[in-house]
């Protein structure tokens, strides 16, 4: 059974950080290009942060999180990671995990609010 677990969400305050993690289990983990997507109330889902599969590990950035966000995977726990620092309020939305190669696979998301 494929899974996408999310963790790491919550409230922080404006300039703070977070860290999620997004654990996978049911496919090849190693195989399959890993992204953060997100989706704030009201808006369409956006792609925020992409790793590719094996070894290199190339990422790209959506311009809005661009030196504040950093993608990062773990294949031999099976895991991708978003470390998010210096949060604004326009971060707050579902932050969804995905994972695309040769099916497509979405976690169930985990809410990130930044509030004062």
């Known amino acids: 059974q494929v899974q996408l677990v999310e963790s790491g969400g919550g409230l922080v305050q404006p300039g703070g950080s977070l860290r999620l993690s997004c654990a996978a289990s049911?496919?090849?983990?190693?195989?399959?290009?890993m992204r953060w997507y997100r989706q704030a109330s009201g808006k369409e889902r956006e792609l925020v942060a992409a790793?590719?599969?094996?070894?290199?590990?190339?990422?790209d950035y959506a311009y809005s999180v661009k030196g504040r966000f950093t993608i990062s995977r773990d294949n031999s726990k099976n895991t991708t990671y978003l470390q998010m620092n210096s949060l604004k309020p326009e971060d707050t939305a579902v932050y969804f995990c995905?994972?695309?190669?040769?099916?497509?696979?979405w976690g169930q998301g985990t809410q990130v609010t930044v509030s004062s």
């Open positions: 049911g496919f090849t983990f190693s195989h399959y290009g």
């Open positions: 790793i590719s599969s094996g070894v290199s590990g190339m990422t």
């Open positions: 995905n994972a695309h190669g040769f099916n497509i696979y």
